[in-house]
């Protein structure tokens, strides 16, 4: 562990409550004091409230948790940006002072807010405004906040913050970062690895009697706000006052999770605050619920028009990606680069399932991806994982089980083998997860070494092969040259309508059943799993992949893919070689890159 993140953990105690519902999570922890900050002058005063208030500046000194978002920036050698200092805006304060009332003996207290951006955050426009909007929507928020705890009759609320006389100054810090940031505090403090809207972190200490309310902090992603935000039909800024509402209602006692009252009370009062404070939305609790009941509804307003000033953040949240293997995911020595392997890891980090849809067959997929450490659990691929293999004829679904299975018509299998035997080309069987064949060859050999498909079984005869096993497909093995002009027109022919031919490599053609396609396995997967199309992505290369490219809501086809699969892709990504598969995920899942591949009307 870093000196620094030690020494952090040093002062910080372990948190004494958790909390997450659907998107949101809570934490509480209990810290040592930081020195108080220094006084600050010319603060302007709340009039008209019951409680006498002015704000204050950020102060150069971080809050506790400040420093341990700087801490953890440095980490991963990124740094926050105290935004107040930029935008204490004098001509703003000028204007207050003037219309402040005459002085009053009453104690005042200070509200010092600091509004920090996490440096992984565009550096623009957009998100000044968003910050300076903040800086004077936070303490307004405080005050109304503040003044309903007076007299409260909330039977659930944890009413250690109530008297405020005894305070001289609030402090609270909102931080803004992007999914990848609150994903590792989620993984720090909650063992959670994924990210959420809003997180929570208390620093009041009651024992201490301090003369500083150390309230805490407010964490919020940009990123999963600007998804909701979309999905709820507000702006950006919109949602970011209801999480920040959300999160400021759980640092003053509220906690939605302890029972079915505490709900109650805690969404009355979130539309209490939102109402009073005019913002638009409705409260964290209720949008969730509406979210859960309408899950299939618009992601669009109701003029179909998107809202402006959010979909720069937002990035489709896909929850499964399926992946072909040849061509796509493996490179052309046929292996899975670091890059790519650490892009599916990052994908399944994120709660996002990876399935594989491919021609080989399971055992292969299982060689090729055991070099990178992804089979099994927690991995892409295991005995016990779904998945579309021998090009959608075998699917296994939850726990593994096999769901679906088709075999070849053993006539045209049969007809296959002789042609093999008679022109001394290679020719390979597939049964689950056994390969066959008539004799050794050094290609037959090399679907083994560098394909990693089970090494073919030598059968004495073609009637022993057939009786042996259930064929699924049969894959011949030639040059580019022999299967564009001799094996291709002939098995075109000759299979009539008994079979399909397909190719997913130039120099290999695989015989099928008819109206097989890795698009009906995958089809027949997500009815299983009862997922919706919607939440599917598809990367691939090869005709085989056409279909299922077709069938999900992002269909990306590699540049080394053939020009009929380019032509039914959404998108056209890098090739292979470039690790096409990891751009992808970290462009249209992990939102870590700008989405700038080249869209098919572009190649």
């Given at each position: 562990?870093?000196?620094?993140?030690?020494?952090?953990?040093?002062?910080?105690?372990?948190?004494?409550?958790?909390?997450?519902?659907?998107?949101?999570?809570?934490?509480?922890?209990?810290?040592?004091?930081?020195?108080?900050?220094?006084?600050?002058?010319?603060?302007?005063?709340?009039?008209?409230?019951?409680?006498?208030?002015?704000?204050?500046?950020?102060?150069?000194?971080?809050?506790?948790?400040?420093?341990?978002?700087?801490?953890?920036?440095?980490?991963?050698?990124?740094?926050?940006?105290?935004?107040?200092?930029?935008?204490?805006?004098?001509?703003?304060?000028?204007?207050?002072?003037?219309?402040?009332?005459?002085?009053?003996?009453?104690?005042?207290?200070?509200?010092?807010?600091?509004?920090?951006?996490?440096?992984?955050?565009?550096?623009?426009?957009?998100?000044?405004?968003?910050?300076?909007?903040?800086?004077?929507?936070?303490?307004?928020?405080?005050?109304?906040?503040?003044?309903?705890?007076?007299?409260?009759?909330?039977?659930?609320?944890?009413?250690?913050?109530?008297?405020?006389?005894?305070?001289?100054?609030?402090?609270?810090?909102?931080?803004?970062?992007?999914?990848?940031?609150?994903?590792?505090?989620?993984?720090?403090?909650?063992?959670?690895?994924?990210?959420?809207?809003?997180?929570?972190?208390?620093?009041?200490?009651?024992?201490?009697?301090?003369?500083?309310?150390?309230?805490?902090?407010?964490?919020?992603?940009?990123?999963?706000?600007?998804?909701?935000?979309?999905?709820?039909?507000?702006?950006?800024?919109?949602?970011?006052?209801?999480?920040?509402?959300h999160g400021l209602l759980h640092l003053l006692g509220f906690d939605h999770e302890i029972s079915d009252e505490a709900e109650v009370e805690m969404e009355k009062e979130e539309e209490l605050l939102?109402?009073?404070?005019?913002?638009?939305?409705?409260?964290?609790?209720?949008?969730?619920?509406?979210?859960?009941?309408?899950?299939?509804?618009?992601?669009?307003?109701?003029?179909?028009?998107?809202?402006?000033?959010?979909?720069?953040?937002?990035?489709?949240?896909?929850?499964?990606?399926?992946?072909?293997?040849?061509?796509?995911?493996?490179?052309?020595?046929?292996?899975?680069?670091?890059?790519?392997?650490?892009?599916?890891?990052?994908?399944?980090?994120?709660?996002?399932?990876?399935?594989?849809?491919?021609?080989?067959?399971?055992?292969?997929?299982?060689?090729?991806?055991?070099?990178?450490?992804?089979?099994?659990?927690?991995?892409?691929?295991?005995?016990?994982?779904?998945?579309?293999?021998?090009?959608?004829?075998?699917?296994?679904?939850?726990?593994?089980?096999?769901?679906?299975?088709?075999?070849?018509?053993?006539?045209?299998?049969?007809?296959?083998?002789?042609?093999?035997?008679?022109?001394?080309?290679?020719?390979?069987?597939?049964?689950?997860?056994?390969?066959?064949?008539?004799?050794?060859?050094?290609?037959?050999?090399?679907?083994?070494?560098?394909?990693?498909?089970?090494?073919?079984?030598?059968?004495?005869?073609?009637?022993?092969?057939?009786?042996?096993?259930?064929?699924?497909?049969?894959?011949?093995?030639?040059?580019?040259?022999?299967?564009?002009?001799?094996?291709?027109?002939?098995?075109?022919?000759?299979?009539?309508?008994?079979?399909?031919?397909?190719?997913?490599?130039?120099?290999?053609?695989?015989?099928?059943?008819?109206?097989?396609?890795?698009?009906?396995?995958?089809?027949?997967?997500?009815?299983?799993?009862?997922?919706?199309?919607?939440?599917?992505?598809?990367?691939?290369?090869?005709?085989?992949?056409?279909?299922?490219?077709?069938?999900?809501?992002?269909?990306?086809?590699?540049?080394?893919?053939?020009?009929?699969?380019?032509?039914?892709?959404?998108?056209?990504?890098?090739?292979?070689?470039?690790?096409?598969?990891?751009?992808?995920?970290?462009?249209?899942?992990?939102?870590?890159?700008?989405?700038?591949?080249?869209?098919?009307?572009?190649?």
């Amino acid at each position: 562990m870093p000196p620094l993140l030690s020494r952090l953990r040093g002062s910080l105690r372990p948190p004494f409550r958790f909390h997450h519902h659907r998107q949101m999570a809570h934490i509480l922890s209990r810290a040592s004091p930081s020195p108080p900050s220094a006084a600050f002058s010319s603060n302007p005063t709340f009039s008209h409230s019951l409680i006498p208030f002015r704000i204050s500046s950020p102060s150069l000194k971080s809050s506790i948790f400040g420093g341990a978002f700087r801490l953890l920036c440095r980490e991963n050698e990124r740094f926050t940006k105290p935004f107040g200092r930029i935008l204490a805006s004098q001509r703003g304060y000028r204007k207050l002072r003037r219309q402040r009332p005459a002085k009053s003996k009453e104690k005042q207290l200070e509200l010092s807010v600091k509004i920090c951006i996490e440096e992984e955050l565009p550096n623009d426009l957009e998100m000044m405004n968003i910050a300076e909007m903040l800086r004077l929507d936070v303490p307004i928020a405080m005050k109304l906040a503040f003044e309903g705890l007076k007299d409260s009759e909330y039977k659930t609320r944890d009413a250690t913050i109530s008297d405020l006389g005894g305070f001289e100054n609030v402090e609270l810090s909102v931080l803004l970062c992007n999914d990848e940031f609150i994903r590792k505090l989620n993984k720090e403090w909650r063992d959670e690895d994924h990210a959420t809207d809003v997180l929570s972190m208390s620093q009041h200490i009651p024992e201490l009697k301090l003369p500083i309310l150390m309230l805490g902090d407010i964490v919020i992603s940009i990123e999963t706000a600007a998804r909701q935000a979309e999905e709820r039909g507000h702006t950006l800024l919109d949602e970011i006052r209801i999480l920040m509402v959300h999160g400021l209602l759980h640092l003053l006692g509220f906690d939605h999770e302890i029972s079915d009252e505490a709900e109650v009370e805690m969404e009355k009062e979130e539309e209490l605050l939102l109402k009073s404070l005019g913002w638009k939305g409705k409260g964290l609790i209720q949008s969730a619920y509406d979210a859960e009941t309408y899950s299939n509804s618009h992601s669009e307003n109701l003029d179909g028009r998107k809202k402006e000033g959010s979909l720069r953040f937002y990035k489709p949240k896909f929850s499964y990606i399926f992946c072909d293997m040849d061509g796509t995911l493996l490179n052309s020595k046929s292996q899975i680069s670091a890059i790519t392997a650490n892009a599916l890891k990052e994908a399944l980090s994120r709660g996002v399932k990876v399935v594989i849809a491919t021609g080989k067959a399971r055992p292969a997929v299982i060689t090729a991806l055991k070099t990178v450490d992804l089979v099994g659990k927690g991995g892409v691929v295991s005995e016990f994982s779904p998945g579309v293999f021998i090009q959608g004829l075998i699917v296994y679904g939850r726990q593994g089980r096999r769901i679906s299975k088709r075999t070849l018509d053993p006539d045209v299998c049969r007809e296959a083998f002789h042609y093999s035997c008679k022109h001394e080309v290679p020719l390979i069987a597939f049964s689950e997860d056994r390969c066959l064949t008539l004799f050794d060859h050094p290609l037959v050999e090399s679907l083994h070494t560098v394909y990693h498909e089970p090494k073919a079984e030598v059968m004495p005869s073609v009637e022993h092969l057939l009786a042996s096993a259930e064929i699924q497909k049969v894959l011949f093995l030639d040059t580019a040259e022999g299967v564009a002009t001799a094996l291709r027109p002939y098995w075109s022919e000759a299979v009539g309508g008994r079979a399909n031919v397909v190719q997913s490599q130039e120099d290999m053609l695989e015989i099928v059943p008819p109206g097989t396609s890795k698009g009906s396995g995958v089809r027949t997967l997500l009815d299983h799993l009862n997922v919706p199309v919607q939440e599917v992505m598809a990367i691939g290369d090869g005709e085989n992949d056409m279909e299922m490219l077709e069938l999900a809501s992002l269909g990306i086809a590699l540049s080394n893919g053939s020009e009929k699969t380019k032509a039914v892709a959404n998108v056209i990504g890098l090739s292979n070689d470039e690790d096409g598969v990891a751009d992808a995920i970290y462009r249209c899942v992990c939102a870590l890159l700008e989405f700038n591949l080249n869209t098919k009307d572009e190649s």
